[in-house]
């Protein structure tokens, strides 16, 4: 039998039946905006790219060729930690250190803003929150994780309607909600990163179970088939059915996959930490 050729760029990764090659070489960066500190990432409904910073500029945009497309630069962001983008391609950023959650149209308009900014506030919104998610109906889910351990829930005008958790390891509180994703089947999920689980809810806050054996969980994203993926710090990538069955496992390229999105191709994009560098899990078909 002869040897396999060591190559360095042959990177195939499995999650269950579905291969993908890592591709870590696709993006071209512009002299005119540099790569930043890569926090997080989203897709909208074009498949373009939106990359979020720590500082500015705020958002780089890039399409799915991995062309660069624009960015947003903002004084009001200074430490970008989640984002999300829902079906209206509003774009919705987390500024964990100012303790506020900004709503941005397309155009990068801001048109609703969330928390007062620089004045934390213990039990209640925000202190240092993590990560935001929207249900179909547009109310808005925030993680508090970092001076916080409670998930609020907000109506799309920006009424607050519900607040829970509390520090602990029982069922529906939390040591660090560090993400959060409202699934097609109307659960959120949260990641419940010291603890060590992804903790499932109803809408209206109800602990109805949580997945584990997991190693400080980070990130959660979902496909459009309903599989949910989590990124841990083992570092490995998780797939489950939405029943939470595990069906498939990887490890990712950096010591920390801090950011996870899809999009409508299946491609799973990886915002890594140490090294900082966003991969692309190019779906095999």
């Known amino acids: 039998m002869s040897a396999i ?35 997080q990432l989203a897709v909208n409904s074009r498949n373009d790219l939106y990359l979020l910073n ?14 660069f497309v624009k960015e947003w630069r903002s004084d009001i962001v200074s ?26 149209d ?19 919104p925000f202190n240092h929150p993590t990560d935001v998610s929207v249900a179909p109906n547009g109310d808005i889910f925030i993680s508090d994780g ?5 998930v609020h829930k907000f109506s799309a005008t920006g009424e607050h309607l519900l607040t829970w958790g509390g520090s602990g390891k029982e069922p529906g509180k939390f040591t660090n909600p560090h993400s959060l994703r409202v699934t097609r089947n109307s659960t959120l999920l949260v990641a419940d990163r010291e603890n060590g689980r992804v903790q499932q809810f109803s809408l209206d806050g109800d602990c109805q179970g949580e997945f584990c054996a997991l190693y400080n ?14 990124t841990d ?26 950011g996870i999105a899809l999009d409508s191709n299946g491609d799973i994009y990886i915002a890594d930490m140490m090294p900082n560098t966003v991969s692309r ?3 095999e078909v």
Not at 106 to 124: I, K, M, V
Not at 245 to 258: K, M, N, Q, S, Y
């Open 281 to 283: 899990y190019r779906r």
């Open 233 to 258: 710090q083992t570092p490995r990538l998780s797939a489950y059915e939405p029943d939470g069955r595990l069906i498939g496992r990887c490890r990712t390229f950096g010591a920390i996959g801090h």
């Open 217 to 230: 969980p980070t990130e959660i994203g979902e496909d459009a088939t309903g599989i949910i993926y989590v």
């Open 146 to 150: 970092y001076g916080n351990s409670h």
């Open 54 to 67: 720590h500082g500015n500029p705020v958002i780089q945009v890039f399409d799915e060729s991995g062309r």
């Open 106 to 124: 397309p155009d990068g308009t801001l048109r609703l803003s969330l928390g007062r900014p620089d004045h934390p506030t213990y039990g209640a």
């Open 79 to 104: 430490h970008g930690h989640g984002i999300f983008i829902d079906h209206n391609d509003d774009v919705y950023v987390v500024d964990s250190d100012r303790h506020c959650v900004h709503v941005f």
């Open 5 to 39: 050729e060591a190559k360095s760029k042959a990177r195939y990764v499995a999650l269950g039946p579905q291969r993908y090659f890592v591709d870590q070489s696709w993006l071209t960066w512009p002299a005119t905006s540099p790569k930043g500190f890569v926090s």
